[in-house]
């Protein structure tokens, strides 16, 4: 079978596996489940801001406006207090019973609101909206942890793009629904009531069909202090620096999110000279944008958590804040027509800053589930959203601000645009990870088609060596962004100090290697180095080579890869890469221009990683030759024919 034969049929395998997963009940009572809380929150939430805002001037004497803000508070600040706890709870107990709990519990508050919503108790009907946020901090580590275990690897992101879908479309329809409903005089409450409790029953339902998951630490002893807790979270979420800037990224997405929404209502009448219809129109556009944009990230990863996603959509989100910031609509007859072509683009910004927005969010959240510790994962997840939450409010706080200085509401999708930028930077610079799988990510769409065999011999956790033939200068960064996991590569001094690829290198947190001739004190701080990261429990990578060929053979194996194992003795993961000989960034001669080459099809690149050698039984002649049996036959003859005397080259 053909390679892209092949391919074609492993990229529909991974599109009927992801749509697939709405078939297995391992999956679809959670997503069920989620979706339907999601909407019941928005519904109940909206509702009683509507009845507030609009059918009462004051309530608990305060002005309705000041209710409104003090309903969000309420709702949001069971997150900050309980999330912690909730997390240690997930920890501890089987998460689908936990789920049943909690949908259980939803079903008495909504009763309890009916009660409210009939009585017009504004009291009563703020205290359940109070439980429901104590609802939700409680279900949302358990949606997120559970998904590791009941999904396979290959499903994380996809599983995750379905399930951040139905969040975004059920505070969508929540959120619309839950106004429309109240506003209907007459049968509008009685209406709400239904829905809610209707809403909540089926939830219960669909949790009592979530298989079971099993506690990873369930000897974990319990606290009730919340202040203790959300601190003791904070330090598991930071232990690993990659998870926890990953929960960063996170909490900015969320931020934004919280603005944008705050800014929509004074956006559509201040610049769109719109109403309440617009203005919901606008929230569903960025909602199903947001929907749209993580099914799209499940679609683009093909089965994998893809990072490189990340810079895209944070470099999507600059753009296209700064357009909508620097845009004016057009009118026609003083309205906001949305056929007119500037409008278009306009409501487009939108559309696509939303997707953006899905793509930089989603594979941040299959990021913590898959690297966070399975013995702590909801407790790390927990602290995530401890800050997520901190920072809603905290956005809610600088739209607050921002309109008391007086300056235009466009202006602050131009702040918000530079702002993600500064965040972009910060994130790519303290985890290089997204920056290199995002330009693996670019190469294997569009110069390349990288094929990957044997990724199941990459361990999940624990340290390894990774040696691979090195046939060109993008080994190392295919490498990088193939496996799974974060690589420390090994690179030759010389290499270092070349004053444009030493810095990216540095900031790839590459280990330095330096021959006897140039310092032998460097050489073994190199060796130390390798030790340390070892004993760490991390992945490095070595070409054995030494250089890179510049032929289409293998240069003999050096012996530093002995020395290492027998420092630290850890397994060895033999890998190669074929038929990247005769590309632009191989040293194959240049008989035709560099401009040709990269004008000629994608390349078809293989990287086949073997099983790991135990560490007794490296030998560097016996990885030599297993290296160059991972290699496959290579079609060099149209390359050759075009670049050097045939009979100057033999073919391993």
Known sequence: MNTKHRKKIELSAYRKT????????????????????????????????ILIMFQHSTVLNLPSEQMVALAGAIFMLPFLIFSAMAGQFADKFDKAHLARIIKGAEIIIMLVAVLGFNAERFDLLLMCLFAMGVHSAFFGPVKYAILPQQLKEDELIGGNALVSASTFVGILFGFILGGLAVSIEGTGVHLACAFIVLASILGFVAACFIPKATAPDPHLKLSLNPIALTWHVMK???INSTIFNAIIGIAWFWFLGGAIFSVVPPYV??????????????YAVF?????????LCGKLSSGRVELGLVPLGAMGCTVFMLMIGFMHPEFVKGEFVISQWHNIVLVSAFLLLSVAAGLFSVPLIALVQQRAPKRNRSRVIAGGNVISSFSMILASVCVLIYFRLGISVTG????LSIFNFFVAIYLFRWVPEFLYRFVTFVLAKFTYKIEVEGLENIPKEGPAVLICNHISWLDWLIVYGCVPRPVRALVDYYIMQHPIVGPVLRDARVITLATQ?????????????V?????????????????????PNMNPFKRGVERIVQQTPVPVIPMAISNMWGSMFSRAPLRRSWWSRMRQPRREVDLVIGTPIPPEEVKVRKLEAIVRGLKKPEDFYATLEKNVPLKKVRVD
């Open 269 to 282: 009448k201040q610049v769109l000279m719109g109403g309440e219809v617009l203005a919901t129109g606008f």
């Open 236 to 238: 598991l979420a930071r």
């Open 287 to 295: 909602t199903i944008g947001i929907a749209l944009g993580a099914i």
């Open 412 to 415: 602050f999708f131009i702040l």
């Open 531 to 551: 030790r340390k990261e070892l004993e760490a429990g991390e992945l490095v990578l070595i070409f054995p080579e030494g250089r890179i060929s510049s032929h």
């Open 517 to 529: 001739k140039v310092s032998e004190g460097e050489q073994e701080a190199a060796f130390d180095q």
């Open 18 to 49: 992801q749509f697939a997963l709405l078939t297995k009940r391992r999956f679809l009572p959670l997503f069920i489940t989620q979706f339907l809380s999601a909407l019941n929150d928005n519904f109940f939430k909206n509702a009683i801001i």
